[in-house]
């Protein structure tokens, strides 16, 4: 969900905090970590947001043609004692309790089966077979969309877990290089980072507990 990339944008504000009063304290290493971590950071949240809109948006089209499919289905339903048998007619116009879209399916498949070339049932075929390529079409953009970002929002959070270490040197160095209480101490002070861990990392994919040696921090 949308709102576990929070966690990750938590990280991406401490990161720009930081790095301001690392720029501010005359700080260039460390600022320059910072800056790098930010960019980073910064890039998969946006890829994020980006793949979270367009799920969105396929969600969007995919309810809107779920919603058409049953007009269709009973538009459709209107035409078809004009065009079949009642014998041909009864079985395609059944089916209450299943799925519209099974029952589009269905009557697509009986359609076909029916059709001569030239005649009605064969152009109530081609309709049903145009409005089921595009519903195939919209669960397949969304299934997409909502899996690249499952994977976008992964690594944002993961990305995120591996800098919380960086970001606690990174705040022992800014306070240790302030004047203690003034302005700049108070607001460094106050910022208490937290992340939230990605789904499937388990204790097999642990972070280390060190970062190892960070340029600047030493």
Known sequence: MMKDIVHAENVLDHLEAFGHHAHQLNLPALHSCLLEHENRLSKLLTE???????????????????K???????????????????????????????????????????????????DASAVLAADHQRFLAAYDGAVDDFLRAAGEFQHAQR??????????????????????????????YKSIKKRVVRTKRALGLGALQKLPTSVGPIYGFE
């Open 48 to 66: 994020a947001h980006d793949w979270g809109e367009k799920r969105a948006q396929a969600r969007f089209r995919l309810k809107a043609l779920e």
């Open 68 to 118: 058409k499919a049953s007009d269709f289905y009973s538009h459709v339903g209107f035409q078809l004692p004009y065009v079949l048998s009642e014998a041909q007619c009864i079985p395609l116009c059944t089916g209450r309790h299943l799925n519209v879209i099974n029952r589009l399916r269905y009557r697509g498949r009986a359609l076909a089966k029916i059709q001569q070339p030239g």
């Open 155 to 184: 690594c944002a959070l993961q990305e995120s877990q591996q800098i919380r270490e960086i970001l606690v040197q990174a705040k022992a160095q800014l306070l240790e290089a302030c004047s203690l209480g003034d302005e700049s």
